[in-house]
């Protein structure tokens, strides 16, 4: 089972990502609201993908992406905001937009999880 870890601060959308990824015989981890709470469960967890949402409670996911990236762990931005700007380090990374249909989001996951190197 692929476990995922969820940046979102939305509870409401975190909740409906946790059921998602359930019903896709994936493990959600967290959901986690801050930078800081996924950052811990980075810590504690061991992940095969995270999908973030670029603005949280107290700022910006770029943190979390760079520790991501340095474990090799792939990841993917799923945000509501229009225009958003994301650093050219991760350019590479897949954006979704909110709203974003579940078929397009596990789509865009199952290109991603491949390639979780052990």
Do not use: Y
């Amino acid at each position: 089972m692929w476990r995922v870890l969820v940046v979102e601060d939305d509870s409401l959308q975190a909740d409906h990502m946790c059921d998602l990824l359930l019903a896709e015989d994936m493990e959600p981890i967290g959901p986690a609201a801050t930078a800081e709470a996924a950052l811990n469960l980075l810590d504690a967890t061991s992940l095969d993908a995270g999908v973030l949402d670029i603005r949280l409670q107290n700022g910006l996911c770029f943190d979390v992406a760079r520790t991501l990236i340095e474990r090799r762990i792939p990841f993917l931005f799923l945000t509501g905001s229009v225009g958003e700007v994301v650093p050219t380090a991760f350019q590479a990374v897949p954006l979704l937009r909110k709203p974003c249909e579940s078929a397009t989001l596990f789509e865009a996951l199952r290109k991603i999880l491949p390639l979780r190197q052990h």
